[in-house]
């Protein structure tokens, strides 16, 4: 039988490309379809420019996403004029590693300096990416994304836009405040809105497993204790109301905070449409930050999934029937 085909979804790298490379040799060992980048390769980590290249070298299928960080180099390089508060605004992100790593020693000077590939791969990486696996009915569709969609507009409009430019022109067009993209998506606003994806699980990094504390996470915690911290940079699941599905995973194990860098891989192999359950190989690698030596952990994380086309219509179906049930008549109690 052949080996089971993977595609493998890369959290937030932050220019911590030792982690990078180790998490993709230790990858290299599964058959895999697809590697998918969910953004956030440059600023707070000591590589920012390395993790570009090592992207860019790849010579497997890939897909790179954009994330909240490129957007805003790629806003400050347009200069104050498209965004008065662009330069400023990245600079409290933790730009100055980038620049460094262009030695560049402000915007400006970036500019002149960044290489032009770079740019380009900047500006091409895509917002979204969708893949299905599994056939016919029973089906389990994937949306990945930096932070998730825009909560307040229909996603298959959203599905259509491309790359930054085209981002830009969509937040134009909507009058959004550039702020308020969705690359800014906040996590408590997404655990709102699971909706929104409706049809799809979302795999998103954005936020960091350790700074998610909400009542639909998995709370990876003990009866004594509030809160886990050892296992807090285990990729995170948030869950459909009642527990039954997983609505979104979160891969952001936080490497730029000391943290990890991780890698979750999906197969249709893993895939088990009768019981709702799918089995995700997880591999992560730990930053240099904490440690001089990056060797990866795999392990196997199980969830519960929903197949179904539509996941609000399938709890509007079971909420209207419960109210029939509820409403029937019986006898004397025919009128009021």
Known sequence: MAKSEYIWAIGDIHGYNQSLQAVLNAISSYNNKKLIFVGDYIDRGPEPKDVINTITNIKEEKVTLL????????????????????????SKHGYENTLKAYEAHDVESLKAQIDKHHLEFINNLQLFHTETLGSGKK????????????????????????????????????????????????????????????????????????YRQNKNRLQYASKDKDYNYDMSDIPNPVYFPGGGAVAALCIDTGVDIGGKLTAVGFSEENIDFNSGKML?????????????????????????????????????KSLFHSKKKKAKPSGHQHHH
Do not use: M
């Open 139 to 210: 089906q389990l569709n994937l949306l990945f994304s930096h932070a998730g969609p825009f909560l307040d507009f229909p996603l298959e409009e959203q599905l259509k836009i491309q790359h930054y430019k085209d981002f830009r022109n969509y937040i134009n067009s909507k009058n959004i405040a550039i702020e308020e993209n969705c690359l800014n998506n906040d996590d408590r606003l997404l655990q709102k809105s699971l909706s929104v994806w409706d049809g799809y699980l979302l795999v998103h990094g954005h936020f960091r497993t350790q």
């Open 280 to 316: 995700l190989k997880v591999v992560q690698v730990d930053s240099s930050r904490r440690t001089k030596s990056f060797h990866p952990v795999t392990f196997e994380l199980t969830l519960p999934f929903t197949d179904e086309i539509s996941w609000l219509a399938k709890l509007k």
């Open 67 to 90: 994330g909240e960080h490129e957007f805003l180099l790629l806003n400050a390089i347009e200069g104050e004029a498209s965004n008065p508060k662009a330069v400023l605004e990245w």
